[in-house]
């Protein structure tokens, strides 16, 4: 369930409890849901009640009480805790189904839209920035953007006085092009002086755009080896019961070549359009056991969870160089992992195949989402 859809939810549950006599109010419009502050838990939390208590004339927790049992008999919400004056605290999750299964089915149906919620909605946020600013303009599109996503509004304007001055780019950022360009500006911090080299342009490990757009590449080239293979993701337990062949696996951080791709092309994701380029780290289980498995889907899941508050966060705090970090975030956490999602050897695809490839492929969903956001391309083959 997408912030969106669970802020629907809430307002679905006060509709309920309306419709019934509990209470006497007038359904709100929206009901904004943020990740729980200090003293709360779960997924995400709500001050409804707190807004509620007021016009319906009860105690704000009288009126958390109420909405509580509604929003707990609600399909995709595990618990509903109460905490403080009265917020709600809720959690996500459905009878059976871990969190990581629950995460990844949410980012694969909403798609590029997965962290959009309604935060910012009906507000026009001003950005007033420096005639002649090149590093300003492009901040100021790409945070549009992400505002947007917030469902709110930016208005950028030329005048003083000015709200958002990043320290400006030393030379033109042009003959980068237009995709490196725009990641020079603004992967740093607006108070940090952006480098405009021609490093964001080389293929290796030590360029983050690189990675984050490779990461995107690898998870779109597994889907279509996992094609070829004959099988396609489901949501699901990333573990295998038996053990991992270690005759297949190599040391943790060895690196990959187009001659180890040329080795073992079903292990990779790879195709004739997508290889691995030298200096591109191969990060995989040491141990041949699939609990090692864990240590890296979690680390994957973690990043591709926080990244509804982070989307939200870059919009509120005007800071796009955010959402940069975060992909990295997330890239460098998938590419640890897709080394283990294809079938190796004689292995036949498996459930825990599947659950990678749909790990893999919600990763790749968040990084494209993330990419057009900043207004970089985010290429199937690199």
Not at 64 to 70: K, P, S
Request: charged share 25%; net charge negative.
């Amino acid at each position: 369930m997408t912030p969106v859809e669970l802020s629907h939810t809430v307002l679905r549950a006060v509709r309920r409890a309306v419709d019934e006599g509990e209470l006497s109010v007038a359904v709100p419009v929206r009901a904004v849901v943020t990740p729980p502050g200090p003293g709360g838990c779960g997924d995400y939390a709500t001050n409804i009640a707190l807004q509620l208590a007021r016009p319906a004339g009860r105690a704000p927790l009288d009126v958390a009480q109420i909405l509580r049992q509604h929003l707990a008999a609600t399909d995709g919400i595990a618990d509903v805790t109460l905490t403080g004056p009265g917020f709600l605290n809720i959690s996500l999750g459905e009878a059976g189904v871990s969190a990581e299964v629950a995460l990844v089915r949410d980012i694969l149906r909403a798609g590029a839209a997965y962290g959009h919620s309604d935060v910012l909605a009906g507000e026009i946020v001003e950005l007033r920035i420096p005639y002649d600013d090149v590093r300003a303009e492009v901040v100021a599109d790409a945070l549009g953007r992400i505002i947007a996503s917030q469902d709110g509004r930016a208005a950028v304007e030329h005048r003083e006085p000015v709200n958002l001055r990043p320290v400006p780019a030393p030379e033109d950022p042009a003959p980068l092009g237009p995709d490196a360009a725009r990641w020079a500006l603004l992967h740093p911090a607006a108070h940090d002086r952006p480098r405009i080299t021609a490093d964001h342009l080389v293929q290796r490990e030590s360029n983050p755009l690189f990675r984050v757009r490779y990461a995107h590449a690898r998870t779109r080239a597994l889907s279509r080896n996992a094609a070829d293979l004959g099988f396609t993701s489901e949501p699901g337990d990333t573990r295998d019961s038996e053990a991992i062949d270690a005759r297949h696996l190599e040391p943790c951080g060895s690196p990959h070549t187009d001659a180890d791709a040329d080795a073992d092309a079903n292990a990779e994701a790879v195709d004739s359009g997508h290889r691995a380029p030298s200096g591109i780290p191969r990060p995989e289980a040491c141990s041949p056991r699939h609990s090692d498995i864990t240590s890296l889907v979690t680390p994957l899941v973690t990043a591709l969870a926080d990244h509804s508050r982070i989307l939200t966060t870059a919009a509120t705090r005007r800071s796009p160089d955010r959402l940069t970090r975060q992909l990295v975030t997330v890239a460098d956490a998938a590419l640890a992992l897709l080394p283990t999602v294809l079938p190796r050897g004689d292995e036949k695809p498996s459930a825990a195949h599947r659950a990678r490839l749909a790990l893999a492929e919600a990763a790749g969903t968040v990084l494209a989402g993330g990419l057009s956001l900043l207004g970089i391309d985010a290429p199937d083959h690199l």
